[in-house]
């Protein structure tokens, strides 16, 4: 476009000055060995031009014509090279489609019409060739050949990477991923691998300095790094919480700043202040966390915030979480078991009932156990809550890849993924009962027909004076009383017993010293 321009610029210059030398006529004369030439000045002007142009047109032809063999050959060469980017570019669609003979073919095709020094996209297709052909082999020394190439140093890394991960060889996969993350931190499966590598040896700035230059590059969202600065940093202050306590405390106390609701980086840090004696600052730590997510172990920390208090005061403050957290299970749970350590049965009680109407679960109906066994002793009550419990959904817990862990972690014990354990229900549990009639408070208990003996043979002598009075029957004394009239057989052979009920698999069963009190039926003689 813009030598369009200047083209019609020029020949718009040269029409300007052709028309002013015609307005201005004139005479150009000319003395050459002894000859005079007289022209016009237009005639003169039109031939300097023509001159010019002659020159120029005769410039070109002959610099045409000294560049015309390597005109020539860059024409073939570039014809080449099409049909090279034509096969390379085949090639890596079949790659793509896994087809890996059509693969190899233009892989081929493609490295006979250009040179793989000068396309690097070559040796990826080789290797991808290989792969496909299932020669691992020869795809591992692809990459490895890769490495010495700085435009291709990244793309071997990962190819290195991935066999690897391929073989189950982690040691190897982080190396790969380590020396990746170091020249480029923006690669997300480097920086993953070198995250989970870093925060398997401990090593937690050096996991800290990785997830923020992962933020820096704006790798992962603000969020999501924060949430992993706290994580990291609860690791860290968890770690140093004997050997260093004011470098805990630093870390606890950011990580808290990090993500206030994220209850083990509250416990920690109230941990280590309540060590300081600053339990009031602890104290509103713990109570913000609580606000955000009810946790037990915040509750268990801020009822022992002081050591020496009595167990009136442990209520006190079991209480006053409940009033900012109404009406959740986990704060009825907390004040029922700080009632239960102050001997305050019925407040346990109640509270514990309401956590179970609120959230049904196996600590739930432990809790209520213990409050019985500690009150009655009744251990008929209390095998039947522990039934009860057996059949509940458990408590929720740490869980992370199957696995169900008591206290927190940073990474997973199974695939040393970082922040993979969440508080919640496990749900290993398989065969989970539905909930049934038996747990309504007036839900009338099935009766069980006892099997019938077969009466024995034996003849049994009776008083005939006593029988003569007071006949018996099936259905009864003719008074209307059950009580039967003591027998005297002497050469009478014992009884046998009833044969025992069969009991289901979740009875608890009676205590046989009380089945003899509390039944209201007594033998009977037909």
Same mark, same amino acid.
């Given at each position: 476009m813009i030598r369009i321009l200047l083209f019609l610029a020029v020949v718009f210059a040269l029409g300007l000055g052709f028309a002013w030398l015609a307005d201005r006529p004139g005479e150009m004369v000319v003395t050459f060995s002894g000859y005079q030439y007289q022209v016009s000045l237009m005639v003169a #002007?039109?031939? /300097?031009?023509?001159? /010019?142009?002659?020159?120029m047109i005769v410039w070109w032809l002959?610099?045409?014509?000294? %560049?015309?063999?390597? =005109?020539?050959?860059?024409?073939?060469?570039?014809?080449?090279?099409?049909?090279?980017?034509?096969?390379?570019? =085949?090639?890596?669609?079949? #790659?793509?489609?896994g087809d890996g003979a059509l693969a190899r073919k233009k892989t081929k095709e493609a490295a006979k019409l250009i040179?793989?020094? $000068?396309?690097?996209?070559?040796?990826?297709?080789? &290797? $991808?060739?290989?792969?496909? !052909?299932?020669?691992?082999?020869? #795809?591992r020394e692809k990459f490895e050949t890769m490495l010495d190439d700085p435009e291709m140093r990244l793309l071997g890394l990962r190819g290195l990477y991935l066999e690897a991960e391929r073989l189950g060889d982690r040691n190897a996969a982080r190396h790969?991923?380590?020396?990746?993350? /170091?020249?480029?931190?923006?690669? #997300?499966?480097?920086?993953?691998? =070198?995250?989970?590598?870093?925060?398997?040896?401990?090593?937690?700035?050096? &996991?800290?300095?990785?997830?923020?230059?992962q933020k820096s590059t704006r790798q992962i969202e603000r969020d999501a790094a924060n949430r992993r600065r706290a994580v990291l940093l609860t690791a860290k202050a968890q770690s140093l919480i004997d050997s260093d306590p004011n470098a805990a405390k630093t870390a606890a106390l950011e990580a808290n700043r990090l993500r206030p609701d994220f209850a083990p980086a509250a416990v920690v840090a109230a941990k280590l202040l309540f060590r300081q004696n600053e339990v009031r600052k602890g104290a509103k730590i713990l109570e913000a966390a609580w606000k955000a997510e009810p946790h037990p172990e915040i509750a268990e920390l801020y009822t022992h915030a002081r050591p020496g208090d009595a167990v009136l005061d442990r209520l006190?403050?079991?209480?006053?979480? $409940?009033?900012?957290?109404?009406?959740h299970a986990e704060s009825s749970l907390a004040v029922a078991r700080a009632a239960l350590d102050a001997q305050d049965f019925s407040t346990a009680r109640k509270e514990a009932e309401a956590a179970i109407r609120m959230d049904r679960r196996e600590g739930a109906y432990l809790l209520l156990a213990d409050i019985e066994e500690a009150e009655t002793g009744d251990q008929g009550k209390v095998r039947q809550l522990l039934s009860k419990a057996v059949r509940a959904p458990r408590d929720p817990a740490w869980v992370a890849d199957g696995v169900v862990s008591e206290r927190w972690a940073p990474v997973s014990p199974i695939t040393g993924k970082l922040d993979a354990f969440e508080w919640?229900?496990?749900? !290993?549990?398989?065969? $989970?009962?539905?909930?049934?009639? !038996?747990?309504?408070?007036?839900?009338? /208990?099935? =009766?069980?027909?006892?099997?019938?003996?077969?009466?024995?043979? %034996?003849?049994? !002598?009776? %008083?005939? &004076?006593?029988?003569s009075e007071k006949p018996t029957t099936a259905t009864g004394s003719e008074s209307g009383e059950d009580d039967v009239t003591p027998v005297s057989a002497p050469d009478a052979e014992a009884v046998e017993p009833a044969e025992e009920l069969a009991r289901l698999p979740d009875d608890p069963g009676v205590d046989p010293d009380d089945e003899d009190q509390k039944s209201p039926r007594k033998f009977r003689l037909f």
């Open positions: #002007a039109v031939a /300097v031009v023509a001159v /010019v142009a002659a020159m002959l610099k045409a014509l000294w %560049n015309s063999p390597y =005109t020539i050959s860059r024409y073939f060469r570039v014809r080449r090279r099409d049909r090279g980017y034509q096969a390379l570019s =085949t090639g890596m669609i079949a #790659a793509g489609a040179r793989s020094d $000068q396309e690097p996209l070559i040796q990826l297709l080789e &290797a $991808q060739a290989s792969l496909l !052909e299932g020669d691992h082999e020869g #795809a790969y991923a380590g020396r990746a993350a /170091v020249m480029a931190p923006q690669l #997300a499966w480097a920086a993953e691998s =070198t995250l989970e590598d870093l925060t398997g040896r401990g090593d937690w700035d050096g &996991a800290l300095k990785l997830v923020d230059a006190n403050r079991a209480k006053k979480l $409940q009033e900012m957290k109404k009406n919640r229900a496990p749900m !290993e549990r398989l065969g $989970q009962l539905i909930d049934s009639d !038996e747990d309504a408070p007036d839900a009338a /208990v099935p =009766t069980i027909a006892a099997p019938i003996k077969p009466a024995k043979e %034996n003849v049994i !002598e009776l %008083n005939p &004076a006593v029988s």
